[in-house]
């Protein structure tokens, strides 16, 4: 035959119980809840008021124009480097001002592989590495749709500067895959 369990917990009902775990929540900060006075804590807001200050400064006008883009923040990888090359251009600039001042960001910073910097005419910019149409220089960067891009080229032969367009078509040619990718479509 089994024997009763003895229980070896004191049992208490639930009001000591309760009572217990809040004196000792506040006994633990050194304070007991008969000294505790209440006080209202300030929050800061969450959502401030963003067109105070431009009300303040006497704009009259009821609707409220977004500010105007002025500046575009570009990421250009360069072939073969590790990380993107940052540069701020305007709306305005062209592929072949953004191809420019990339070139001169990346001798400024001192990046490897070093690269002759001084022929912009033999760099081409790309959407990704894995594109092979290079974007027109006269394309405004406005209507180009993204901040990331690609520069690829700029290895100089003996007869000619190398890009990476020509360098995709002779090795297509020798290898005869785009010819068997136009006779799938």
């Known amino acids: 035959m089994s ?3 003895k229980n070896n917990r004191r049992i208490h009902d639930d009001k000591t119980k309760k009572l217990r775990v809040s004196d ?6 050194g304070r007991t809840p008969e000294t505790m006075v209440v006080a209202k804590l300030h929050r800061p807001r969450t959502v401030p008021d963003l067109l105070a200050g431009r009300r303040l400064a006497g704009v009259s006008s009821p609707e409220v124009r977004p500010a105007k883009l002025t500046k575009l923040l570009l990421n250009v990888t360069v072939q073969r480097s590790l990380g993107p090359v940052m540069v701020i251009m305007s709306l305005e600039s062209t592929v072949g001002e953004l191809i420019a001042a990339v070139l001169r960001q ?19 910019l790309h959407y990704s590495q894995f594109s092979l149409e290079s974007l027109e220089r006269e394309e405004k960067l406005i209507n180009l749709g993204s901040r990331n891009f690609f520069i690829c080229g700029g290895r100089v032969t003996p007869t000619a500067t190398v890009t990476c367009c020509k360098e995709a078509e002779k090795g297509a040619a020798k290898n ?5 990718m136009d006779f799938l479509f």
Do not use: M, Q
Not at 24 to 29: E, G, I, T, V, Y
Not at 106 to 124: L, M, S, V
């Open 106 to 124: 990346y001798a400024k910073e001192g990046r490897r592989p070093i690269i002759d910097t001084n022929n912009t005419a033999a760099f081409d």
């Open 24 to 29: 000792k929540a506040s006994s633990f900060h």
């Open 176 to 180: 005869g895959w785009l010819k068997f």
């Open 3 to 5: 024997s009763p369990v």
